[in-house]
């Protein structure tokens, strides 16, 4: 099917009847203010003056070579709309925040005045079209649609082991099927790789390609008949960087890898980065390098952060990606934990800290792009980073915040307000991308202390023998139960301590027990995503077994009916790199279909920890939310609960009927239970609490 401009994009969405007004702009502005009792202003350029000036009053702005000052001020008043900016990337992102803006049916923008700027300034995306081939138009149409929501870098990795995928006409045989063993064939022209570059310039984006060298250079030589570190390779490499330069003449940056293996040709890198400068661009590398300590004396011009051994160099400016490979992601925490982080311990940008790139490193393969994107999580994993970046602040980085949401309080109030807005323009301007991130801020969950089971999964425990209580007394020792908020729940986390999940000190030869209880008040039949070893898109994991959720022992009962798994179409398989994940992430199969009495539903899950034979990282999780079957959303009519409530709650029905009318309640129109006791409402229409139960109804 043939994309949509974003332009044409955003006409067709003005067509939908839903308000879009300014607390759906995705980033949300630094400074908003909403003037009562003008009229809109149509979106137009009749309507809309634009004004240069020197600064724009409290904006916030570094030196980040390459990078404009992006600050803007937006006042809709008095039938016209006034950008002012100090700068032409200034007035695009404007301009951007009034596309958003013009979703209202007929395009009417409202009164008000918008005072905005980036606490950092780079906030990229990253494919990696070396491995796994993302399709030109895919590219453009990212690129484009990114930018809407002021995503301003485009990291093109066009070179990996798999496959060289730009054309350097002098040296064909680079891109030629023999030479690669992905997507075999399948590169980018040097017109294309011209053609997004420009259409990139044109909103705003930066790219920064990506010539990996001397690592991840397989295809080179195959291709050339020799390595990159030979004094042919060396004088081809000049060549080569000479032709990237002349394909993206709006870069400021060419990126140079160089890490993942030493360098034992005489003075490698000090020779491409000066053939970088010579063509007049600044180099960015992966940091750590193997062997080597970069510095600003070195010559490089950014580093590219990645792992914990990456650290910012002094002096120059680097880029946030430790913790931001998608590929080992969930969809559910870590795009939480990611959104609660700060930018590498920072609030905002300088000189030494230009922000993040979200970055999918799909190693496995998958068979279509839409599987990486969707798999990857890609859009929600870019935009719940973009915005931490534009926004600034969060508490604490990652390795502190770790990957849950918080039960309450003002971190899960700002990640369910982003989620609101990110599930609105889910269902507009991003309808037609592959998504599978659903509303997960109402789900609550009660866990208990992990049981030592001796290595035997099977092995059963209270929760499973005497019912479900707040506490049990197993041995002598007491274990406590905790409640946890969200649709995906690290016990143990992909990186072990160095990310915190739910056990402070997860142990091997544990049970750990989960479970809600769900009111419906109808029956009804509804899908359900469940994972409990989610598949990173990077690692080499053996398959669960036929009739297994897992390699754990995993299990899941709804009103104590077993959910069984799925049927594996790769089970009990060693799935190498070149073997395609099928479906083994929920992302990749249908739902399991639940059905769901009138009342309250249990949810229980019994959550061993042991070695898991073929798996290298042993997470402990599980992901459970139930979704509509008919549109893949979360379903609305229903409410979680880590605790069944005794008494009931009077007229329950009636809210989940009317889910407008129940998002407009206030604390004058709040759920009473039967003993006539109020549910005092907490901060967000439709959450209230009775005692230390919060009960949510959306």
């Not at 890609?378 to 931490?388: H, I, M, V, Y």
């Not at 990640?415 to 801020?441: G, M, N």
Request: hydrophobic share 40%; glycine share 8%; proline share 5%.
């Amino acid at each position: 099917m043939k994309r949509l401009s974003v332009m044409t994009f955003c006409l067709v969405c003005l067509a939908s009847s839903a308000l879009a007004g300014l607390q759906h702009l995705l980033p949300k502005p630094q400074q908003v203010t909403a003037l009562d009792g003008e009229a809109a202003v149509v979106f137009d350029e009749e309507h809309t003056d634009v004004v240069m000036v020197g600064s724009i009053p409290g904006a916030y702005d570094y030196e980040l070579a390459g990078f404009e000052n992006e600050a803007y001020r937006l006042t809709v008043s008095d039938g016209r709309i006034k950008i002012e900016a100090v700068t032409p990337t200034g007035v695009v992102r404007a301009r951007q925040t009034l596309a958003q803006l013009a979703e209202d049916e007929g395009g009417r923008i409202p009164a008000c005045v918008i005072t905005d700027w980036p606490a950092f300034k780079l906030r990229g995306f990253m494919h990696d079209v070396g491995r796994s081939f993302i399709s030109f138009e895919e590219l453009r149409h990212e690129i484009e649609l990114y930018a809407r929501f002021k995503v301003n870098v485009f990291h093109f990795h066009l070179t990996e082991n798999q496959a060289w995928r730009f054309e350097v006409k002098a040296y064909p045989q680079l891109t030629a099927k023999s030479s690669m063993t992905r997507f075999a064939g399948q590169y980018y022209t040097q017109e294309q790789c011209r053609e997004l570059d420009s259409v990139a310039a044109a909103n705003g984006v930066v790219i920064i390609p990506e010539v990996d060298m001397p690592g991840h250079s397989e295809a080179f030589t195959r291709a050339m008949g020799h390595g990159m570190q030979t004094d042919e390779g060396v004088a081809e490499l000049k060549v080569i960087l000479g032709k990237v330069a002349a394909a993206f003449p709006h870069s400021p940056y060419i990126h140079i890898g160089a890490d993942e293996q030493r360098i034992t040709y005489p003075k490698f890198l000090e020779t491409m980065i000066a053939r970088v400068h010579e063509l007049g661009r600044k180099v960015v590398v992966w940091n750590p390098i193997a062997g080597v300590n970069i510095t600003k004396a070195l010559g490089v011009d950014m580093t590219q952060m990645w792992s914990t051994a990456g650290k910012a160099v002094a002096g120059i400016p680097n880029i946030d990606c430790r913790y931001n490979y998608t590929n080992h992601f969930d969809v559910f925490g870590d795009l939480a934990g990611i959104y609660r982080s700060t930018i590498y311990y920072a609030q905002r940008g300088s000189a030494e800290v230009a922000g993040e790139i979200s970055c999918p490193w799909n190693d496995r393969k998958l068979a279509t792009e839409t599987d990486i994107i969707r798999q990857n999580n890609t859009w929600a994993n870019t935009l719940a980073s973009a915005e931490r970046a534009w926004r600034g602040g969060g508490r604490q980085y990652v390795e502190q915040g770790g990957a849950l949401l918080p039960n309450e309080g003002d971190e899960l109030d700002e990640f369910r307000d982003w989620e609101a807005r990110f599930l609105y323009h889910k269902a507009h301007c991003l309808r037609d991308e592959s998504i599978p991130y659903v509303r997960q801020t109402n789900v609550v969950w009660r866990i208990t202390d992990a049981f030592p089971n001796g290595g035997n999964p099977t092995r059963k425990f209270p929760p499973e023998t005497e019912g479900l209580q707040d506490s049990y007394v197993y041995e002598g020792s007491t274990y406590g139960t905790w409640v946890a908020t969200g649709a995906g729940i690290y016990l143990r986390h992909t990186w072990g301590t160095t990310v915190p999940a739910h056990f402070a000190n997860p142990q091997l030869n544990t049970t750990a027990y989960a479970w809600t209880f769900v009111y419906s008040p109808v029956e009804q039949t509804v899908g359900a995503l469940i994972e409990f070893q989610n598949y990173g898109r990077s690692e080499r994991d053996r398959a669960p077994e036929s009739g297994n959720w897992d390699r754990k022992g995993s299990r899941l009962w709804v009103n104590d009916v077993e959910v069984r798994a799925p049927t594996w179409r790769n089970a009990g398989k060693d799935i190498t790199n070149e073997v395609p994940l099928r479906n083994e992430n929920f992302t990749a199969r249908d739902p399991k279909q639940v059905k769901l009495h009138v009342g309250w539903n249990k949810v229980f899950l019994k959550l061993p920890y042991v070695a898991a034979d073929g798996v290298r990282l042993n997470k402990w999780l599980f992901t459970f939310v139930l979704v509509d079957l008919a549109t893949g959303e979360a379903v609305d009519n229903i409410i979680y609960s880590p605790d069944q409530p005794t008494d009931g709650i009077r007229a329950v029905e009636d809210e989940l009927h009317n889910k407008e009318h129940a998002r407009e309640h206030t604390t004058d129109d709040a759920l009473y239970d039967l003993s006539g006791h109020r549910l005092a409402q907490i901060q967000h229409p439709g959450v209230y609490v009775a005692g230390q139960r919060k009960v949510v109804v959306r």
